[in-house]
């Protein structure tokens, strides 16, 4: 059974982390300096843990001059298939309405191959792709 949580202790944040080095910096090759950045400090992190608590997923929100930016979606090669993206999608978006109430401006960056995944919670794409450490995106919003 998949779990997403907060990761609210340096444990947990440095199990995001974790994912987030293999996903990005490993297999897709980004480099260490664009993928951890100055917003660190003030992003809400969140993790998927296994039934072992071995983190399979990680995602990130802040908040911008232009609204609240998803960011930092990724999940295990492994463990892909399995729902996991849909579940920190779902916990992202719930922790932000809590937060922040409903009507905000939700956006994000999606790569190609995640556009369906967003597009199941609503969000549309906005104008055209663009590249982004080597990676094809697409500006994605919707208003929570």
């Not at 191959?113 to 919003?141: N, R, W």
Request: glycine fraction near 6%; hydrophobic fraction near 40%; aromatic fraction near 10%.
């Amino acid at each position: 059974m998949i779990r997403v949580i907060t990761a609210n202790t340096e444990e947990l944040k440095e199990k995001a982390f974790t994912i987030r080095r293999e996903v990005f910096v490993v297999e897709q090759k980004v480099s260490t300096r664009d993928e951890f950045d100055e917003f660190e400090a003030t992003s809400t992190h969140f993790v998927a843990l296994d039934e072992n608590e071995q983190p399979v997923g990680a995602a990130r929100w802040r908040r911008t001059e232009k609204g609240i930016k998803l960011e930092r979606f990724a999940v295990k090669a492994n463990q892909r298939g399995k729902q996991i993206g849909s579940k920190l999608v779902e916990a992202v978006i719930a922790d932000v309405r809590s937060k922040e109430g409903s009507g905000q401006y939700l956006y994000l960056h999606a790569q190609l191959t995640a556009v369906p995944l967003y597009e199941k919670f609503g969000f549309e794409k906005k104008g055209d792709q663009f590249s982004e450490c080597d990676i094809l995106h697409y500006l994605m919003f919707k208003v929570s």
